[in-house]
């Protein structure tokens, strides 16, 4: 929990309802995150939320509601895409690098080809940003090469080569084993201490706890409650919450046997 | 009867040469086309807009549909009746390969483009790619070497095909096999450097296919 936000909104989601066919997914969804908040979003599995998370970056369209991006809607067929994904970054759950670019083509694809910046000013951010990571000597390594957690953390700051104003995190430490969550988490954590604004989709309750300005809970498809990060897992407002808390502490139980 | 052929192969060098030359000459620019026109076809296959999508399979099953010496002969006497234009055989000839190389190379870069992961669309377009700088940056430099194998067999089949020429008066190897064994009759020795030719041809490639199969098959598994 950074606690730096402001009350400045940039991103608004406003009684946004999808459905798949009669399958409604999400149903009034409405919340709003503030310049430099952290918000994370928590639910069962199947609830919901990485279509929610989809759908601010445009790649699942809804059915009705609106979603505004400093006030410009960014639900109809005008929408500057390539203006607003340079805003808005996103790190999906699955290796999203390109795996035929080593990662420092990776990294300065979206700067030199959608920013049109200078070579040797983009190269400089994405060398700060690897050295920032630890992986300053990998820059001309495949991603084949690569593990996990490495992936996942270049990843991340490819999307920070773009200068976002929002960065979207969808279950991003969940493909990974134990020892590698920790050091991607570390990169998120090291982010919102710099005061980015994010929104996290994350099973890792601990790296909630720690890191969450405000908890989204969603239970299929509804906004149950948006609680205050400290608040959210000591006590939560609705029943829904406290029965998915007490869920996950006994599953914890089962896993870690107490000596 | 190896004797004979060699020395059929002698005494009529310029006109095999020649042969060979409008034979490689028509497979060759037909290969150029296709693979532009592929890359066409292929996008257009994969459309998100349904007119273009179910008017590209049209085409695509139409002409598949219908033998080559049939779009050979038509092309090569309709055309002219119809609109008044004079077309050489060879111009015929690379047409309707081109056509036919485009629309089968366009199905096998398809085919690449829809095995590739989704993640490679979606985050292609979540750092602002447009649509054709994810295609040129992302998704061809991916599918190209998928389809390279396959593509290799097209090649063959190509050449193959390319013996069809004669059927609108293209002198290509075939007819100056043809017209020899008729001058010296000598079929067996005629027919057999024909074989030997296409062989030389196709063998390479053949094998060229095999490589890059076993290549990009063991790089395969690099997506997670």
Known sequence: ?259 | MLNTALNLVQSNSSVLWNGLFFTVRIILISLLFSILGGLFFGALRCSSLKIFRYSSRAFLEFYRALPMPLLLLATFFLVPQTFGLQLSGETVAITIFSIWGSVETGELIRGALESLPRIQYESGRSIGLSVPQLYRHVLFPQALPRILPSGMNLVTRMVKTSSNVILVGVVDLVKQIQQIVERTQEPFAGYFVLAVAFFILCFPIAQLAKILERRYSSKAGDYE
């Open chain 1, 1 to 259: 929990m950074t606690g730096q936000y402001t009350s400045e909104v940039i991103l608004s989601v406003e009684s946004v309802y999808k459905s798949y066919g009669k399958r409604s997914v999400l149903e009034n969804v409405n919340f709003s995150l503030h310049q430099g908040e952290v918000l994370v979003i928590v639910g069962q599995s199947g609830c919901g939320k990485s279509t929610l998370l989809r759908t601010l970056n445009g790649l699942e369209p809804i059915q009705s509601g609106d979603i505004r991006f400093h006030g410009e809607s960014l639900v109809h067929s005008k929408v500057n895409w390539k203006k607003v994904h340079q805003k808005i970054g996103m790190v999906f759950q699955s290796y999203d690098l390109f795996p035929h670019l080593n990662v420092l083509q990776n990294m300065l694809l979206g700067p030199l080809q959608v920013q049109k910046r200078d070579r040797t000013e983009a190269t400089r951010q994405a060398r700060a940003l690897l050295e920032r990571i630890g992986l300053a000597d990998r820059e001309r390594a495949m991603p084949r090469q690569l593990s996990g957690g490495q992936k996942q953390r270049i990843a991340i700051i490819r999307s920070l080569c773009m200068n976002p104003e929002i960065m979207l995190f969808d279950e991003v430490t969940a493909a990974l084993d134990p020892i590698m969550v920790s050091e991607v988490l570390d990169v998120i954590r090291e982010l919102a201490h710099g005061g980015m604004t994010m929104i996290i989709v994350t099973h890792e309750m601990g790296f909630a706890r720690a890191i969450a300005d405000r908890v989204l809970f969603l239970d299929s498809g509804r906004v149950v409650e948006t609680t205050p990060g400290a608040h959210f897992f000591t006590r939560p407002a609705s029943m829904e919450a406290q029965a998915f808390l007490d869920k996950l502490l006994i599953r914890q139980q089962e896993v870690v046997p107490v000596i």
